[in-house]
C-alpha cells in the first residue's frame, strides 16, 4: 500500500498534534505537551497551503506553510510546528510532502522556502539537505550558568542609551552585509526602536550594555524562550568592531546568564547566522550545543516564466520547436 499525499483537512488536526508531541518528547519543547501542540496546529490552520501524507487512511506527515499578505513578501515560512512525519518513513515523507507544496508557494510568488527543524533529528535535517536546503540560521542551548567575564562596566540601559543602541544594531546589520554572511543590510529602524523602547519598560526582559572608558560599546537583550521551557533567550547582540576580542562579549554573556539564573531560567539560548564566522565561533565557543536550525531554499524566480512554453526555436535547424 502506498503513501498518498492530500490537502490537509480538520480530520488531521489530531493526528498531526498527537504526531508532532511524539517527534518532540524532551528538550523542554512546549511542543512535547499534546495540548500545545493541538493548539498550535489549530493555530496554522488556513494560514496557507498545507498537505498531508496518508498510509492506509492513516496519517505518516504533515507539512504547511504561513504565506500571510499575498501578493507580497516571496518568503514562505514552515515552522517548528508546521512539520512532522514517522520515524522511517522521513525521507520519503518529507520528499513527498515537499513536492506537493513547493509548486503552489511558487505559483504565489514565494520562491525562498524556509524552514525550522529540531538539530537533533539527523534523518529530517538529511531529507532538506537532499531536496536542495541549506542552514541558515542556528539556535543553540547551554545551561544558564555564568561563565568568567573581564572587568567590564556592565549596566541595564536606560532611555538615553536609546541612539546609541540603534547605532550598534545598525553596525551590526552592516557587518552581516560583509562575505561570506552577505546578507543585505536592510532594517526595519523604527521596529528595532520599538522594540528597544519595550524592553526597558518590561522588568521580565534584559537589555544589558557595556561600557568602555564612558562610553556603550556592546549591548545582549534578553528574554523568555516562548518555545523551550525555563529558557530565557538572547535576542539582539552587538559588539562594536573596535572593541571585539576584549572579552565584552563574554561579560556582557556572563551578565546575561546572572539574570537569568536568578530569574529561576535553567537554560540560555541564542540564534545566529551559520554564514558568520565571528559569532558562530563565539557563542559555540561558549557552550552553545546546536538544538535547531532554520534551513533555507531559494528558487530561481525565472521559474514563474521559463517553463514548458518556451520552445527554443529560434536555436534549432530550420526553426522547428523542441519537442517538450
Not at 511542543?31 to 501524507?53: E, N
Not at 538572547?234 to 536568578?262: F, Y
Not at 565557543?285 to 538544538?291: E, I, M
Amino acid at each position: 500500500m502506498g503513501l498518498d499525499v492530500v490537502p490537509f483537512e480538520e480530520r488531521f488536526a489530531e493526528p498531526a498534534a498527537t504526531l508532532l508531541a511524539g517527534e518532540h518528547p524532551d528538550g523542554g519543547l512546549d511542543l512535547a505537551d499534546p495540548v500545545v501542540a493541538r493548539r498550535l496546529v489549530a493555530a496554522w490552520q488556513g494560514a496557507g497551503p498545507a498537505v498531508a501524507a496518508v498510509e492506509g487512511g492513516e496519517l505518516v506527515g504533515f507539512l504547511a506553510a504561513s504565506v500571510d499578505g499575498v501578493p507580497g513578501p516571496q518568503q514562505a515560512s514552515i515552522r517548528l510546528q508546521q512539520h512532522a512525519a514517522v520515524g522511517g518513513r522521513k525521507r520519503e515523507a518529507y520528499r513527498r510532502l515537499y513536492a506537493a507544496l513547493a509548486g503552489r508557494l511558487a505559483a504565489v510568488g514565494r520562491f525562498e522556502h524556509t524552514i525550522t527543524a529540531s538539530a537533533v533529528d539527523g534523518e529530517v535535517t538529511t531529507a532538506l539537505f537532499e531536496l536542495g536546503f541549506g542552514i541558515d540560521q542556528i539556535k543553540g542551548l547551554r545551561p544558564a550558568v555564568a561563565s568568567t567575564g573581564q572587568d567590564v562596566r556592565l549596566r541595564e540601559a536606560g532611555p538615553t542609551d536609546l541612539r546609541r543602541l540603534l547605532e550598534l544594531t545598525v553596525e551590526l546589520q552592516q557587518f552581516h552585509a560583509t562575505s561570506p554572511i552577505l546578507r543585505p543590510a536592510l532594517l526595519d529602524v523604527p521596529a528595532v526602536r520599538d522594540g528597544f523602547l519595550a524592553a526597558l519598560g518590561d522588568d521580565r526582559r534584559l537589555l544589558l550594555v557595556a561600557e568602555e572608558r564612558g562610553r556603550v560599546v556592546g549591548m545582549m537583550q534578553a528574554e523568555a524562550d516562548q518555545r523551550h521551557r525555563s529558557t530565557a533567550v538572547i535576542g539582539i547582540a552587538s559588539v562594536t568592531a573596535s572593541a571585539r576580542s576584549g572579552g565584552l562579549g563574554t561579560a556582557l554573556l556572563t551578565g546575561v546568564c546572572d539574570w537569568a539564573a536568578r530569574r529561576g531560567f535553567a537554560n540560555v539560548a541564542v540564534g545566529w547566522s551559520s554564514a558568520n564566522p565571528v559569532s558562530d565561533s563565539f557563542w559555540r565557543g561558549r557552550g552553545f550545543a546546536p538544538v535547531g536550525y532554520k534551513l533555507t531554499r531559494l528558487i530561481d524566480a525565472r521559474v514563474a516564466w521559463a517553463d514548458s512554453r518556451l520552445g527554443y526555436a529560434h536555436h534549432l535547424p530550420g526553426g522547428s520547436p523542441l519537442p517538450l
